[in-house]
């Protein structure tokens, strides 16, 4: 025996070409929970309209994108996690975002609508070149083994650069007004 129903919403007498629509008063539910598929990977769906809700346990997207008409995606009070790549022309967290290990920047920067970036108490560390108009340590900068200047100065705001107990050397030149040594 043949386990299909096959409907077609024609002219009523069941031959012809398929047209129209079937609708439904009620609705449509499996008899068993978690046991029966919409469609197969030959027979697909084209568009799933749907008002309201969709409880999805796992999605899987073969490809394409997840859009919104209003251009803006939201997660509520959830997670989006992946262990594959987020990509976009810009990202942005509304309060923080966490990257759990590495961030890497193929191209671009990392920017703030107050020009200002915070690592809290949080290290910037890098193999390649950090650089700027000016770079400002609030209480101390580090650098692990050569500082070089292109061109440009040092400075401190009261004019008094101190090198503790450590030694000044240079391959180059010194000068300056008055040169003091204790």
């Known amino acids: 025996a043949n386990s299909h129903l096959t409907l077609n919403a024609n002219s009523g007498d069941g031959v012809g070409v398929t047209t129209g629509y079937v609708q439904m008063a009620d609705s449509v539910r499996p008899t068993v929970t978690n046991s029966f598929d919409l469609g197969t990977a030959a027979e697909e769906f084209k568009d799933l309209h749907l008002s309201g809700d969709a409880n999805v346990d796992t999605m899987a997207i073969s490809s394409g994108s997840i859009t919104d008409s209003t251009g803006v995606i939201a997660f509520g009070n959830e997670n989006l996690s992946t262990t594959g790549d987020v990509s976009g022309t810009t990202l942005t967290g509304t309060t923080s975002a966490t990257i759990g290990t590495t961030?890497?920047?193929?191209?671009?920067?990392?920017?703030?609508?107050t020009g200002a970036i915070a690592f809290g108490n949080e290290n910037l560390s890098t193999t390649g070149d950090v650089s700027g108009t000016t770079l400002t340590g609030t209480t101390s900068a580090t650098v692990g083994t050569t500082l070089t200047l292109a061109t440009g100065s040092i400075t401190d705001s009261t004019g008094a650069i101190s090198f503790g107990n450590e030694n000044l050397s240079t391959t180059g030149d010194v000068s300056g007004t008055t040169l003091t040594g204790t």
């Open 103 to 113: 961030l890497t920047l193929a191209t671009g920067s990392i920017t703030d609508s």
